[in-house]
């Protein structure tokens, strides 16, 4: 089964790592990311740019709504996802809780959905 490991911090918690902090941080969550490829588990995995640069888009009454910003004000902000093949909740569980950012965040695990006839 397919889940979607969603990874949320405060962004500004970069802005007080070290250089060294920030190249650790890095090098682990690509090494988790390389176990987890090895066991068959990784789908994919992405770092997102910072929640300035996004934008949301609507459609109302037929017209495309743009406004600047993420789709909620929260206290923490999605900052990128690994997607994993899990055999259930438990393993996802297992596998989101040794994402290197979980020690500094949170990380929302939700099943993929399978549209049927897709």
Known sequence: MKYV?????????????????????????????????AKGKLIAAEALQSVKTARTV??????????????AETKEQLIGFVMIEAAGEEEALEIASHIPLAAMGKVEVR????????
């Not at 609507?58 to 789709?71: A, Q």
């Open 5 to 37: 490991c969603l990874v949320y911090l405060e962004e500004g918690l970069f802005g007080t790592l070290s250089p060294e902090q920030k190249e650790k941080l890095d090098t682990d969550s690509l090494a988790y990311d390389q176990q987890l490829e």
């Open 111 to 118: 099943a993929i959905y399978d549209i049927p006839g897709a």
């Open 58 to 71: 609507m459609r109302r009454n037929g017209k495309r709504l743009v406004t600047d910003g993420p789709f």
